[in-house]
């Protein structure tokens, strides 16, 4: 059953009454459930192989209390930044639960990472295999690499969050892995551990991870079989969401099974890296319709949050499901709901059907857990949504929304202009 569900007819978040909440956090706002993303989490851990590392994408939520929820229930952590890094360490869960990806790592991350002594860097190119050499041995240190191979395998995704052609910027090439591997293993500074792949997110079928897994699955036995040392297999995240209601997504359960078949007669450490799988449904945007606007051709609901506080839809013509805080048998209307900002692409929906609404009324955006926030900007100088967390009927401000005069004081006028 969904934390967010309708009592009383209010939207309601575990046990907390959104319309009030509402009322005492100034919309618009992020609201997470701790309970989905305990059961989400819980989902794929009950799934996957037994020891598998389950580390949780930081970059689809990465607000420490989400990160310190997944931290207790035994969840790792993929990041890549060295800020992310420092959140997740931060958040407690162990460096040795930590794997680095990326493909452009600062010599400054690199070392941050190897002073916390981390999982595993996975690598995405000779040239950082090379940087991170240097710091490892300037170090006195060997660093755990797997190296990320880019499979040339299409997710069927969109085009923005595939990240698994020969025309994307990540990972190694098919071709050149074995080099690859070569060099990694003569260089004093690099211990290879594994092999890893990520072929992009919201994938909406198994075909593309199969194909993908098998390729990488192949080329690992083949590595062994030169003698490197392949003891994991980091498969990475990139399962999708049914966003739209979509019964044809596949479940963890159905993800965890072709896994199983791919590494049956394998024996390989896993990893996964799964963000927006675990996030995404744990978490709503609410917002206030500021006005409703009548226009010859369409009728527009004016929202408070806008893309700066949810750039999916923008960014990836994403969709979200939108509904009425409080539940409402007013007749069925056509919208297009939009924000504030000075864009024609801060749009969320064209054309959507809602009850009839009004300004003053709230709206929740589903699915809104994984990145959303994160992507967040302070754009036209608003400062982004204030983030919750809710656990029964105990809620807490996670993140405050910054105030107009946090974001003016981050400035900075030179002397030369005072
Ligand atoms: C973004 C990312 C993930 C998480 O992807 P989801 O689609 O959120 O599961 C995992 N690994 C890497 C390397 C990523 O870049």
């Given at each position: 059953?969904?934390?967010?569900?309708?009592?009383?007819?209010?939207?309601?978040a575990?046990?907390v009454d959104l319309a009030q909440l509402a009322d005492s956090v100034a919309t618009p706002f992020y609201c997470?459930?701790?309970?989905?993303?305990?059961?989400?989490?819980?989902?794929?851990?009950?799934?996957?192989?037994?020891?598998?590392?389950?580390?949780?994408?930081?970059?689809?939520?990465?607000?420490?209390?989400?990160?310190?929820?997944?931290?207790?229930?035994?969840?790792?952590?993929?990041?890549?930044?060295?800020?992310?890094?420092?959140?997740?360490?931060?958040?407690?869960?162990?460096?040795?639960?930590?794997?680095?990806?990326?493909?452009?790592?600062?010599?400054?991350?690199?070392?941050?990472?190897?002073?916390?002594?981390?999982?595993?860097?996975?690598?995405?190119?000779?040239?950082?295999?090379?940087?991170?050499?240097?710091?490892?041995?300037?170090?006195?240190?060997?660093?755990?690499?797997?190296?990320?191979?880019?499979?040339?395998?299409?997710?069927?995704?969109?085009?923005?969050?595939?990240?698994?052609?020969?025309?994307?910027?990540?990972?190694?090439?098919?071709?050149?892995?074995?080099?690859?591997?070569?060099?990694?293993?003569?260089?004093?500074?690099?211990?290879?551990?594994?092999?890893?792949?990520?072929?992009?997110?919201?994938?909406?079928?198994?075909?593309?991870?199969?194909?993908?897994?098998?390729?990488?699955?192949?080329?690992?036995?083949?590595?062994?079989?030169?003698?490197?040392?392949?003891?994991?297999?980091?498969?990475?995240?990139?399962?999708?969401?049914?966003?739209?209601?979509?019964?044809?997504?596949?479940?963890?359960?159905?993800?965890?099974?072709?896994?199983?078949?791919?590494?049956?007669?394998?024996?390989?450490?896993?990893?996964?890296?799964?963000?927006?799988?675990?996030?995404?449904?744990?978490?709503l945007l609410v917002s206030r319709v500021l006005?409703?606007?009548?226009?010859?051709?369409?009728?527009?609901?004016?929202l408070d949050a806008g893309?700066n506080d949810l750039?999916?839809?923008?960014?990836?013509?994403?969709?979200?499901?939108?509904?009425?805080v409080?539940?409402?048998?007013?007749?069925?209307?056509?919208?297009?709901?939009?924000g504030p900002?000075?864009?024609?692409?801060?749009?969320?929906?064209?054309?959507?059907?809602?009850?009839?609404?009004?300004a003053g009324d709230l709206v929740a955006f589903?699915?809104?857990?994984?990145?959303?926030a994160?992507?967040a900007?302070a754009?036209?100088a608003r400062p982004p949504a204030a983030e919750v967390l809710?656990?029964?009927?105990?809620w807490s401000v996670v993140r405050p929304r910054l105030t107009d005069d946090d974001l003016?004081?981050?400035?900075?006028?030179?002397?030369?202009?005072?």
């Amino acid at each position: 059953m969904s934390a967010f569900a309708y009592r009383n007819r209010i939207l309601h978040a575990e046990d907390v009454d959104l319309a009030q909440l509402a009322d005492s956090v100034a919309t618009p706002f992020y609201c997470y459930s701790a309970a989905t993303l305990v059961e989400r989490f819980g989902a794929f851990r009950a799934a996957l192989p037994d020891g598998a590392l389950i580390a949780y994408a930081v970059k689809a939520n990465g607000n420490l209390a989400v990160l310190r929820t997944l931290a207790a229930e035994g969840a790792g952590a993929d990041v890549v930044s060295g800020g992310e890094l420092k959140k997740a360490l931060a958040a407690g869960i162990a460096a040795s639960r930590i794997v680095f990806s990326g493909v452009g790592k600062s010599a400054a991350e690199m070392a941050l990472a190897l002073e916390a002594g981390i999982h595993q860097f996975n690598v995405e190119s000779e040239a950082e295999l090379a940087v991170l050499d240097a710091v490892a041995r300037a170090k006195g240190v060997v660093a755990p690499v797997a190296l990320r191979i880019n499979p040339d395998i299409d997710a069927g995704t969109h085009a923005k969050i595939t990240t698994g052609t020969a025309a994307s910027k990540f990972g190694i090439a098919l071709p050149q892995a074995r080099e690859a591997y070569a060099r990694a293993a003569s260089l004093a500074g690099i211990a290879i551990v594994g092999i890893d792949v990520h072929i992009g997110s919201q994938i909406a079928t198994l075909a593309p991870f199969q194909a993908a897994f098998r390729r990488v699955v192949a080329l690992a036995e083949d590595l062994r079989a030169q003698g490197h040392g392949i003891a994991r297999l980091d498969l990475g995240g990139g399962l999708g969401i049914a966003y739209a209601g979509d019964a044809a997504v596949p479940n963890v359960d159905e993800y965890a099974a072709m896994v199983r078949r791919v590494l049956e007669g394998h024996d390989f450490a896993p990893v996964f890296e799964p963000g927006r799988a675990i996030a995404a449904p744990a978490g709503l945007l609410v917002s206030r319709v500021l006005y409703v606007k009548h226009a010859p051709e369409r009728t527009f609901l004016i929202l408070d949050a806008g893309m700066n506080d949810l750039l999916r839809p923008a960014l990836y013509e994403a969709h979200h499901a939108i509904v009425r805080v409080r539940a409402t048998d007013a007749p069925a209307r056509r919208y297009d709901v939009v924000g504030p900002i000075c864009e024609s692409a801060d749009v969320f929906a064209r054309d959507r059907e809602l009850p009839q609404t009004e300004a003053g009324d709230l709206v929740a955006f589903l699915d809104a857990g994984a990145y959303g926030a994160t992507m967040a900007s302070a754009y036209n100088a608003r400062p982004p949504a204030a983030e919750v967390l809710v656990k029964g009927e105990r809620w807490s401000v996670v993140r405050p929304r910054l105030t107009d005069d946090d974001l003016l004081a981050s400035d900075r006028i030179p002397d030369w202009l005072r």
